[in-house]
């Protein structure tokens, strides 16, 4: 009689001490766990044996990357249910490793290890990015870029839709996404107060969304810069379709090898957390250093959540690995901390952070919506990193566990005069 699945649910609670709260599904088809709960589908041996080589979240990625695990059921629901158990509780697999201290626990470790079969680890998925020796170099941020956004342009295209806006989008109830992407691409013009004859710079321009609004709609001359061959290439051909290449140049550059300006203003959307902690302030100030007395700054980051040790901080290891390459978080004070440390002056931060956990529902919809041809443009481990990863962070937003900020901050010339209005976020009265 096929047992495997109750096997592995005892097991399992052995080492985790507590109860299971979703159910097994073992790949003899044995099933046992709460009735209704979604299903977490252990699809062969070579799934137990990730996990012993990789306790932790690193381990289940790999398993759900190479279809070894899979969820049956509410992914959203599968995930909070598991958060506090893996994500939260156990991080890297220390806890977990503490764990196997009690007897018990290591008994129900050997138990997996006979279940599991040969004892050599498997190999990672071909998506799993290979770990830097120097981080955030311009070799290295090149590499975790590419990684990240040379996938094609038409899976970006799937998820993302006709906007390729890869970034929290500024919603109205009601609203389609693509009319809350123009919300948030308006409302990023009207805080930086883009007007016709001006100069901007946007970093980490992405397809170009911000360019092409910023040069049809206001009227400004635009330099984007990429790190992305493939996003370059998409953009430049947008530009060219939106008969605005007089007024938009797209660059294969680093930001750090952007040596013309003064700008009137610089917008930075969803690039600064590729930054990383050691090159932050360098980043502030090289942007200031682009900007003219009275430029302004539109910052628009995630932020992590303070911890009271920030040496404590560790980067998440499946994000890590499949989808940012090399990217860090900070608290939003950090952040700010950092921007006037480099001579700006911050005038408003605006949180978001339900926007996207809600744009980011979207994307999942979207994708699974069309998942035969996500799988078809990318491969099947690529389509299940996107999946995981975008269903995660909505929840994560949800839950407050991180949180977006848009920072407007200016150069403010030693006059004073920063040319702002008297009252705060004028850009949100409709026009």
């Known amino acids: 009689m096929p047992d495997a699945a109750l096997r592995l649910k005892s097991l399992f ?18 099933e046992a766990g709460p009735p209704g709960a979604p299903a977490l589908v252990v699809r062969n041996r070579r799934a137990l044996r990730r996990l012993l080589w990789k306790p932790g979240e690193l381990g289940l990625a790999r398993g759900w990357v190479s279809g070894d695990l899979g969820v049956e059921g509410d992914l959203y629901e599968a995930l909070d249910l598991m958060v506090g158990l893996v994500w939260e509780k156990d991080g890297d697999g220390a806890g977990l490793r503490q ?14 290890l006979r279940m599991a079969g040969p004892p050599w680890p498997p190999a990672p998925p071909r998506e799993e990015a290979r770990p830097h020796r120097h981080l955030h170099t311009k070799r290295s941020d090149k590499r975790a870029i590419s990684h990240h956004y040379d996938v094609g342009n038409d899976f970006y295209e799937l998820v993302l ?26 409302l ?56 605005l290449t007089d007024r938009i140049e797209i660059r294969v550059q680093d930001y750090r090898d952007v040596a013309d300006g003064p700008y009137d203003a610089i917008s930075s959307i969803g690039m600064a957390e590729h930054v990383g902690a050691e090159r932050y ?25 303070p911890q009271s040790d920030e040496t404590g901080y560790s980067v998440d290891e499946f994000i890590d690995a499949y989808v940012f390459p090399d990217g860090e978080l900070a608290p939003l004070g950090t952040t700010v901390t950092q921007l006037e440390r480099a001579g700006f002056e911050v005038r408003d931060v605006e949180s978001i952070r339900e926007h996207y956990a809600r744009t980011l529902r979207r994307w999942v919809a979207d994708l699974e919506a069309q998942w035969v041809r996500a799988v ?21 937003f949800e839950r407050n566990r991180i949180g977006v900020n848009q920072v407007l901050a200016v150069r403010t010339p030693e006059s004073g005069a920063s040319g702002m209005p008297l009252r705060a976020r004028t850009w949100n009265v409709p026009a």
Request: glycine share 12%; with cysteine; hydrophobic share 40%.
């Open 281 to 305: 302030l360098e980043y502030a100030q090289d942007l200031y250093g682009l900007l003219k007395p009275g430029g302004r700054l539109l910052n628009h980051q995630i932020a992590r959540r």
């Open 376 to 396: 078809r443009l990318t491969s099947p481990g690529r389509a299940r990193v996107w999946r995981l990863y975008m269903a995660a962070s909505a929840l994560a």
């Open 99 to 112: 764990t196997l201290l009690d007897p018990d626990a290591r008994a129900a470790a050997w138990g997996l």
């Open 188 to 243: 990023i013009s009207r805080k930086l107060e883009l007007t016709p004859g001006q100069r901007l710079l946007d970093v980490g321009c992405g397809w170009g969304s911000m360019a092409v609004h910023a040069a049809r709609e206001h009227g400004v001359s635009v330099v984007g810069v990429t790190l992305s061959q493939e996003q370059a290439a998409y953009a430049r051909k947008r530009v060219a379709d939106e008969g």
């Open 161 to 186: 839709g006709p906007s390729m806006v890869y970034s929290c989008a500024y919603w109205q109830d009601g609203g389609t996404l693509e009319e809350a992407q123009r919300d948030k691409l308006e």
């Open 13 to 30: 609670e052995q080492l985790l001490g507590g109860p299971l709260p979703v159910r097994v599904r073992a790949w003899d088809g044995s």
